[in-house]
């Protein structure tokens, strides 16, 4: 970027554009929609923030990596830092026997879209080939949608969308990032599903799971609440539908592992940044988005932990650490390190080793994992394209992902060594 009276204006290197020149990894890059496709250089108000705003997500991006580090070893801040999370993703992705379809998916409404976009943003920037973009359709049946509902935010979208990933040869020989394991291919592939709202007979969330390795599912944002509670119960039946397709189909729980996004902030001035049309109303007039007073998505965490309990699934973080909520539906998390005070990512790790010396969930045998992001986004109230009204979508940094990119990687860090372990013992228990 050049830096003209403190406003940001893009440039971007050609390996950050598509082959259609679009400019969709260009800082403040955003959309309606949170596609990031619009022609580059036609966005407004991303492209004329203070840098101050891109600066200071950046500092929090830090901290946030700072204190959820990749290694139990002792290590400094700067080589938790400087760890490429999104190398280790799309290698474990090309290397582990167990995962056959060599396939992200990620399912959801258009911030999910959005992640789908920086993550490719992310690849590109750290000198992956991404190509063979591929539009598909994707059978939907209309008629399953809800009496009174308006159909199109139910049911997948009517295409998905694939990039693949070329992996490199020579990353195998680089101990931060292989681990000491093979690559089985050289060409991953990720993909995203556009779905607001489920339809609760699971039969499309089936489809992609049959196809895919790992299942990022978010799409909370499309329940608000005002909503009518029957419109409100449909997300917590949603969740407990999902679970159970999974709960009831040994196969498809080991060959494809559900992993769910939080949910992320919005920053409108009503019932915790929600949308309403109130809020929205008074964003255009004002022309910014709002700090949230009392960060909050209660209701949402409560529906959820809900569904999980009723499945006898046990939440877990991305370590594999239970976690449980209050009755107010707050989470009950270790305490995070001060971040006005100096530590090391040391503290941090005995802190994890220390979780994990007790039980690491109450026993139940079905875990599923949430990757944080609310409390993260809660905090970017400023990131917002405000010209659109918009205080959903966020203006693209790579700092918006990276701690999402961490805790992806460290989950799967974890399901790759639990399912090694289980291969062991279970040769061991042949032999």
């Known amino acids: ?19 259609a020149g679009s400019g969709r990894c260009c800082l403040g890059a955003t959309s309606a929609g949170g596609d990031q496709d619009l022609p580059f250089g036609a966005r407004k108000s991303c492209t004329t923030q203070d840098l101050s705003v891109y600066q200071r997500v950046r500092d ?140 609760l007979d699971m039969e499309q969330h089936r489809t992609i799971a049959l196809e895919s ?39 498809l729980s080991e060959s494809c592992k559900l992993i769910f996004r939080e949910t992320s902030a919005q920053h409108f001035p009503e019932n915790g940044g929600e949308y309403t049309p109130n809020g929205h109303t008074r964003v255009k007039a004002e022309k910014k988005c709002f700090q949230l007073e009392r960060p909050d998505i209660t209701w949402r965490r409560q529906a959820l932990h809900k569904a999980a309990n009723t499945q006898d699934y046990d939440i877990v973080d991305s370590y594999g650490n239970s976690i449980p909520i209050h009755l107010d539906g707050s989470y009950v998390l270790p305490p995070r390190r001060n971040t006005t005070q100096q530590h090391t990512a040391t503290s941090h790790t005995e802190a994890h080793r220390a979780d994990r010396n007790r039980s690491r969930t109450r026993g139940r045998h079905r875990t599923v994992t949430i990757l944080p992001f609310y409390n993260f986004t809660s905090r970017l109230h400023d990131l917002h394209n405000t010209n659109d009204s918009d205080c959903t979508h966020f203006c693209y940094t790579p700092h918006l992902w990276s701690p999402l990119w961490r805790h992806l990687r460290i989950a799967m860090d974890r399901m790759a060594t639990t399912k090694r372990e289980e291969i062991f013992h279970g040769s061991l228990a042949r032999n």
């Not at 830096?3 to 950050?16: A, D, F, W, Y």
């Not at 991006?61 to 290694?71: G, K, Q, S």
């Not at 973009?133 to 009174?148: E, H, L, Q, S, Y």
């Not at 990022?216 to 119960?233: F, P, R, W």
């Open 213 to 251: 390795d790992l299942m990022i599912v978010s799409y909370a944002l499309h329940y608000n609440s005002d909503d009518k509670d029957e419109i409100k119960k449909e997300l917590g039946d949603s969740y407990g539908a999902l679970l159970g397709m999974f709960r009831n189909n040994q196969t």
């Open 1 to 19: 970027t050049r830096i003209g009276t403190q406003k940001i204006v893009p440039v971007c290197q050609n390996r950050l554009r598509d082959n």
């Open 60 to 199: 929090l991006a830090l901290d946030e990596l700072t204190a959820y580090p990749v290694t139990e070893s002792p290590s400094s801040v700067a080589s938790s830092l400087m760890a490429c999370d999104i190398c280790r993703i799309v290698y474990l992705l090309a290397s582990a026997p167990h995962w056959k379809h060599r396939r992200l998916a990620i399912v959801g409404d258009s911030v999910q879209r959005q992640s789908f976009r920086g993550m490719e943003c992310e690849l590109r920037r750290r000198g992956f080939v991404v190509g063979n973009i591929t539009v598909a359709p994707f059978k939907r049946d209309t008629t399953k949608t809800p009496p009174g509902r308006i159909a199109w935010k139910y049911g997948p979208a009517d295409t998905y969308t694939c990039y693949t990933v070329i992996v490199p040869g020579w990353m195998s020989k680089i101990p931060a990032i292989a681990h000491g394991s093979r690559l089985a291919t050289n060409e991953v592939t990720v993909c995203f599903y556009g779905h607001y709202r489920p339809l």
